[in-house]
């Protein structure tokens, strides 16, 4: 073990070469007993026999275990070294979302500005988020199927459309709880499996007729690219009223709404990996250019070009680490 200060840390930590061009470091902060923060970390610049390293940039996902396959649609992991992160997000689905390193605000597409609490339940969004922390910044999470997020959130999801809860407002001390598991283990697969336990203790395995209808729901926003509401109600056997009071309590949404946001998504997805979206006809369903620009913009934060350009490092990372889950997720998660 050596001992240096990483670029963007304010303490010197210790650290030992895990393989060529990459550290493990162990770096103190403020929990029980002096406990120290494992990161990996690579190395920016070397200097006779010192090194400078830095948090690389990225996000990483994983999928569920298959206990949590009908709860859990990933879980990932986001760094950033820089001391400002300043990036645009695209709308998703519901999240459970811890913030070990960094402090900052969201701006949602509601207009609303929320301040990033340590845990925190990320309600379905309208729209792209804009998301501000000074860092380093470091985020550990889990996407929430719809019956999960219910079973989290209870009776005041639909209230919390385009909007961050403080978790501790639910769950109380067991939100610091898991906010110190999460932070102690040894490595991000350590921080996952905290998470893990956490939602599983917390949410029942589904309503066996709820689940019944997000997974039709789920299937009728992957089986067409420009899925029609007539089709969701002959799948279902609800009629409008009770479909539309269905998908606002499980996905925040109503059924035209939630279709275009994964309508424009799938597409927005594409163009940020480099690919041609007309190859998988993702471009049909739009009246005109104009209308498909504008709900790209809505969704996923940036117009077509500027997603073809790459503008958003972010988006880029969210829609290569998806794709990478391709055939051990839902093709919701990995190519929406």
Known sequence: MSRLRPEGLAAPCHFRQAAAGTFVCAIP????????????????AVFGDCARVTLPYAIVYRPPP???????????????????HDDVERSDRQQLRLMLQGSGHYHFANGRVDPSPRVGLLG????????????????VGAGLWPAAWHALAGQRSPDWLDHIVDARELF?????????????????EGRFAALAEFIAELTEPADPEHLRFTRLVDAWLTGNTDPHIDQLQATTGYNQ????????????????????????LRLAAALARGEDP?????????????????????????????????????LTEIAEGRVALRGSVSALVSDA
Not at 29 to 44: D, E, K, Q, T, Y
Not at 172 to 188: E, K, S, Y
Not at 254 to 259: A, D, E, I, N
């Open 29 to 44: 902060c403020n929990l029980p007993g002096n406990a120290f923060l494992s990161i990996r970390l690579r190395v920016w």
């Open 66 to 84: 298959e206990h949590l396959a009908d709860r859990v649609s990933s879980f990932y992991e986001f760094t950033d070294p820089a001391p400002l």
């Open 124 to 139: 379905p969004t309208s729209g792209s988020i804009r998301g501000i922390s000074k860092g380093p910044t470091q985020i």
């Open 172 to 188: 109380g001390a067991r939100a610091d709880a898991l906010w110190h598991d999460v932070a102690a283990a040894p490595d991000m």
């Open 241 to 264: 009223r009770k479909l539309e009071r269905m998908t606002r309590r499980y996905y925040g949404l109503p059924p035209k709404t939630l279709s275009r946001k994964y309508r424009a």
């Open 278 to 314: 007309d190859l998988r006809g993702l471009g049909e369903g739009f009246y005109d250019q104009s209308h498909l620009i504008r709900e790209v913009k809505r969704f996923a934060g940036l117009t077509p070009q500027r997603l073809k350009q790459r503008e958003s490092r972010l």
